[in-house]
Nanobody, 129 residues
Framework: QVHLVESGGRLVQAGDSLRLSCAASGRTFSNYVMGWFRQAPGKAREAVAAVSRSGGIKNYGESVKGRFTISRDNAMNTVYLQMNNLKPEDTAVYYC??????????????????????WGQGTQVTVSS
């Protein structure tokens, strides 16, 4: 059982930076691949980023590659999403999720929703133009 709570979302201007955090309960945080997803009104849920259990391997959706960075601190049971050069199209509810089944974040399955066992309730990021 893993409980995830996102924080850090707020209203920002285009071009600004923002860091989201996701705090996880329990003592088995390092057993999970951690991912960030987002969903905007009228759009499908989109895989944003994922990080391996040890934190050494990362993958990103094409729309955020080069702008966003995912990281994790297993000692603090926390995963982060650093978002730079934010654009209005980044406006969405951002969710963190934990996967016990994804073997490698370099595989295509990292972005598959059904591979993630636990989800947070989301944090709203709004980027004004």
């Amino acid at each position: 059982q893993v409980h995830l709570v996102e924080s850090g979302g707020r209203l920002v201007q285009a071009g600004d930076s923002l860091r989201l955090s996701c705090a996880a309960s329990g003592r088995t945080f390092s057993n999970y691949v951690m991912g960030w997803f987002r969903q905007a009104p009228g759009k499908a849920r989109e895989a944003v980023a994922a990080v391996s259990r040890s934190g050494g391997i990362k993958n990103y959706g094409e729309s955020v590659k080069g702008r966003f960075t995912i990281s994790r601190d297993n000692a603090m049971n926390t995963v982060y999403l650093q978002m730079n050069n934010l654009k209005p199209e980044d406006t969405a509810v951002y969710y963190c999720a934990a996967s016990g089944s994804v073997i490698s974040v370099t595989s295509a399955r990292w972005a598959t929703f059904s591979e993630y066992d636990y989800w947070g309730q989301g944090t709203q990021v709004t980027v004004s133009s």
